[in-house]
């Protein structure tokens, strides 16, 4: 009988599997105040955290931080601008009715009766490609007949105006493909480095290791640097939307935040600040896409259906990968929030 929660780490440290106390029924949001505790520990510490059995978990119950544990500092962390008719991101995800900081993301048609479609009709995914935005994505026979794919962008789920960087994301897989189903990532850089990996499969890297890889002199450029806020970062083209062209924002608004631990969200930088000596350096935006593509690149060289995913959004950037183009059907459910 469990009467607490277990935690057992993997080998490497990065990463740990946990089993819910008897009491909790399978529910993490029925967690007493001490069992929290150990599971919001547990995230700082192994970055990322799976509940594995959790297929029947509703939308509401998903969110293991959604009652207030820190007066005023709890809250979704995504703005209107998340479903404006110019975001990038409107088209990759579905809004839970009655649980709207829950996103729906997968691929193909999923009935009203159908698991994880808990908005009473019929809703279309579609897997996030990234055929649809890479400058030179892989050709039809690469990604069908010999089974390859991309990361699509690394990131940290972050607005990077107004409101705060969200502390974690929880990640439920509902329907997933067979871990037969395998893709392999050949980075195509040049490097030979090539990684398998099932379809449509989440990956994640810890910025504190990424940092440690860095040389000691790309050590201090971090410490001493902010950002205005390949999958790592945007080939730069000029073709970004002017200023006056976007929907309404306030410079006092826009995040710059340090580059410790590399947690930089590649796709939205536009500036870099970094001091030398007694002055301070700003990089425009092609040499801040360079820049923070070298530092990252050594960090990404070479989840199951029914598992709960949370993982410290602050420490680790995460992607997508895989191609499906209406052959196979997943879903999962996504969520974030400050804690």
């Not at 106390?21 to 069992?35: E, H, I, M």
């Not at 994640?204 to 001493?224: D, H, I, P, Y």
């Not at 070298?294 to 709960?308: E, V």
């Not at 993982?311 to 950037?317: D, H, I, Q, Y």
């Amino acid at each position: 009988m469990t009467e607490s929660v277990q935690i057992k780490p993997a080998s490497s440290g990065f990463r740990c599997t946990i089993k819910l106390p008897n009491y909790a029924r399978n529910d993490p949001s029925l967690l007493n105040d001490k069992d929290f505790k150990s599971l919001y520990e547990a995230t700082l510490t192994y970055l990322i955290i799976a509940n594995p059995g959790q297929e029947e978990l509703s939308p509401k119950k998903i969110r293991p931080y959604d009652e207030p544990k820190k007066d005023g500092l709890t809250g979704y962390c995504h703005g209107k601008e998340f479903r404006h008719e110019k975001s990038v991101l409107r088209k990759d995800a579905t809004c839970v009715r009655n649980q709207p900081q829950v996103q729906i993301l997968g691929q193909s048609e999923f009935q009203a009766d159908e698991p994880g479609n808990n908005n009473g009709e019929p809703i279309s995914l579609t897997h996030p490609s990234h055929t649809t935005f890479h400058k030179e994505p892989l050709a039809q026979e690469q990604i069908i007949q010999e089974k390859r794919t991309r990361f699509y962008r690394w990131h940290i789920d972050s607005a990077l105006h107004d409101l705060s960087t969200p502390m974690v994301t929880s990640l439920l897989g509902i329907k997933m493909p067979p871990v037969t189903n395998t893709r392999t990532i050949d980075y195509d850089d040049g490097s030979g480095d090539v990684l398998q990996l099932t379809q449509a499969a989440f990956c994640f890297v810890s910025g504190a290791a990424a940092f440690e890889r860095l040389s000691t002199a790309e050590k201090q450029f971090a410490l001493n640097t902010t950002l205005d806020n390949d999958g790592l970062v945007m080939v730069s083209e000029g073709k970004e939307i002017k200023f006056e062209d976007l929907p309404e924002w306030k410079e006092l608004k826009v995040k710059k935040l340090p580059m410790p631990h590399l947690q930089v969200h590649g796709f939205c930088f536009y500036k870099l600040h970094t001091k030398v000596g007694s002055e301070t350096k700003t990089l425009g935006l092609k040499d801040v896409r360079n820049k923070v593509h070298s530092m990252m690149r050594p960090a990404i060289s070479p989840k199951n259906q029914g598992d709960l995913v949370i993982f410290f959004n602050r420490g680790v950037l995460h992607t997508n990968t895989g191609e499906f183009k209406g052959v196979n059907n997943s879903a999962d459910e996504e969520v974030n929030a400050l804690v």
